[in-house]
């Protein structure tokens, strides 16, 4: 996906440190890492400036790289809908089993 995470490790860094260098949770810099999202231009200079490299260095994609990150965000979407789906029915459920 990208570069971020093995950057990172180069430098002796964990999640929550370099989240806490550029202002971002450890769980944003692991979902940046896992490419389920892209960091803002703004956060892409700040990560590449803590980590002195070029951001380049860090979220430049090839061709697979994009169509692995699309395929793992349709199954993240899946897995959200999915739950949203269920949450609905089990608010009917419940619904009926109250009104009897």
């Known amino acids: 996906m990208n570069n971020l995470s093995e950057v990172r490790l180069l430098r002796g860094l964990t999640q929550y440190e370099l989240g806490a260098g550029v202002g971002l949770s450890q769980t944003r810099i692991w979902r940046i890492e896992q490419g389920y999202e892209m960091p803002s231009p703004q956060i892409e200079q700040e990560l590449a400036g803590l980590l002195q490299v070029e951001v380049a260095d860090l979220f430049s994609e090839s061709e697979d790289d994009l169509k692995a990150r ?8 899946d ?3 999915t739950k ?3 949450r609905k029915w089990e608010r009917v459920l ?3 089993l109250n009104s009897r």
């Open 94 to 96: 419940e619904y009926r």
């Open 70 to 77: 699309y395929e793992k965000l349709e199954k993240e979407r």
């Open 84 to 86: 949203e789906i269920l």
């Open 79 to 81: 897995k959200i809908m």
